[in-house]
């Protein structure tokens, strides 16, 4: 098994664009030639768009391009974007008069973050998907991930910055790999030591304190509870599987969030990971979804690491300072 850039698994384009002072932004990953794909959704908010095309009994067997993006449901306006650019260039279903491109999107919410009026738009995916021919993509205070935070079981008073993650490895002809916008109302972790990276902050803001740990305090029914959160994922691959199986493969990846963050999956949430293939290499279901989740795992790490400060926030970074 050897580590590559997420930008190696063939049939792919990934783009980042954002509005930095507004605390938002877009990542879209492109699929020129049609990419067969799978979802599975856990949390209990999801802001999302087109998601029956996935299901397996839908008649689209392809799509053209999956959008992750900040501004909650508003943030589905960046969709028309994408569109725009992929039907100016001739790419999507085609019904005779022009070509629909089919375009699947989710949102987290960073509206709390800094401007609640910035919000992805058709204008900002449509600077994604330029972005994406260029190969732009970058993990950290990028794109989807401009405005994450995570640690938010107390609100946004002592939480920290997030953003994007990525990684993938190659097993033979084999690639795997997965893109994730970390948005937690939980903790994260590193899934290979169990250290706590970033989350809920002490009163001081000088330590930690586990979310988990603090939802135990009571039992009492939260009737408005936080909703500023959603974790968004991407498994990419170039084996060969149907929409049901990148189902499946997009459901084992949770076990990378389920490693990672905690709490998870609440109905605070709007949790959602994707499965998308765009090779032909024969590869095992339950392998391959097992590897899903690995670096499912390893892409959470990376997106809470590369995240920088801002917006008042400390990142990752910040509190391993403090440590040395």
């Not at 330590?207 to 408005?224: D, G």
């Not at 999956?265 to 949790?271: F, I, L, Q």
Request: hydrophobic share 35%.
């Amino acid at each position: 098994m050897k580590e590559i850039s997420i930008k190696e698994i063939e049939g792919i384009k990934i783009g980042n664009a954002q509005d930095e002072k507004g605390g938002t932004g877009c990542t879209v990953i492109l699929c020129p030639e049609g990419a067969a794909a799978g979802m599975d959704v856990r949390g209990g908010g999801p802001a999302s768009r087109e998601s029956e095309l996935l299901q397996p009994r839908a008649a689209a067997q392809k799509i053209h391009g999956i959008l992750l993006s900040g501004g909650s449901a508003f943030g589905l306006d960046a969709a028309g974007g994408v569109m725009e650019y992929l039907e100016e260039r001739g790419i999507g279903f085609d019904v005779g008069v022009t070509k629909v491109p089919l375009i699947c999107q989710s949102c987290l919410f960073d509206l709390t973050v800094a401007d609640p009026k910035a919000r992805p738009d058709k204008a900002m995916g449509y600077e994604a998907c330029k972005n994406a021919e260029t190969g732009n993509y970058q993990d950290g205070n990028f794109g989807a991930g401009t405005g994450a935070t995570v640690g938010k079981f107390y609100g946004m008073e002592r939480c920290m910055k997030s953003g994007i993650g990525s990684y993938a490895v190659q097993i033979g002809d084999l690639k795997v790999g997965a893109l994730v916008a970390v948005n937690a109302l939980g903790d994260v972790f590193d899934w290979k030591t169990g250290k706590k990276l970033a989350g809920l902050l002490s009163e001081d803001k000088r330590s930690f304190c586990l979310a988990e740990e603090e939802m135990y305090k009571s039992s009492q029914i939260v009737e408005n509870k936080f909703v500023g959160n959603t974790t968004l994922g991407v498994v990419i691959t170039n084996g060969r599987f149907t929409k049901a199986q990148l189902g499946k493969i997009a459901a084992m990846a949770h076990n990378g969030y389920g490693r990672c963050i905690s709490p998870i999956h609440t109905s605070a949430d709007g949790d959602t990971i994707y499965g998308v293939s765009t090779g032909d290499v024969a590869a095992d279901e339950d392998m391959v979804g097992t590897l899903a989740a690995r670096v499912m795992s390893e892409a959470i790490a990376r997106a809470v690491r590369s995240a920088k400060s801002a917006y008042g926030y400390p990142s990752c970074r910040d509190m391993e300072q403090k440590e040395l």
